[in-house]
């Protein structure tokens, strides 16, 4: 049973950048494929960005993509999403996904792919 808790959410104004970190513990963190989603106000869950267990694959959102960056960190059991030029729309929570894999394409990006998820982390952008 993988546990997830996200941090580096906050307020920050449009064009400014955050970094929001994923910790993960009870697992052995280089057997999952990760994941990051956001949830706005009224809306449902969306994709944001994915990564292979081995960080060797990431994928993103058309609507994020070129400013938005996954990484990982194995040795640390820490998944990374650097969001810079934040525009008012990326205001959401947002929230890390685990999923075991470590298949050449174990990277997911639908919402019923993943098993275990964080609690989330708050993210606004002033305009």
């Known amino acids: 049973q993988v546990q997830l808790v996200e941090s580096g959410g906050g307020l920050v104004q449009a064009g400014g950048s955050l970094r929001l970190s994923c910790a993960a513990s009870?697992?052995?963190?280089?057997?999952?494929?990760m994941g990051w989603f956001r949830q706005a106000p009224g809306k449902e869950r969306q994709f944001v960005a994915a990564i292979r267990w081995d960080g060797g694959v990431t994928d993103y959102a058309a609507s994020v993509k070129g400013r938005f960056t996954i990484s990982r960190d194995n040795a640390k059991n820490t998944v990374y999403l650097q969001m810079n030029s934040l525009k008012p729309e990326d205001t959401a929570v947002y929230a890390c996904?685990?999923?075991?894999?470590?298949?050449?394409?174990?990277?997911?990006?639908?919402?019923?792919?993943?098993?275990?998820w964080g609690q989330g982390t708050q993210v606004t952008v002033s305009s």
């Open positions: 996904a685990a999923r075991r894999g470590r298949g050449s394409f174990s990277y997911y990006v639908g919402v019923y792919d993943y098993n275990y």
């Open positions: 009870g697992g052995t963190f280089s057997d999952y494929a």
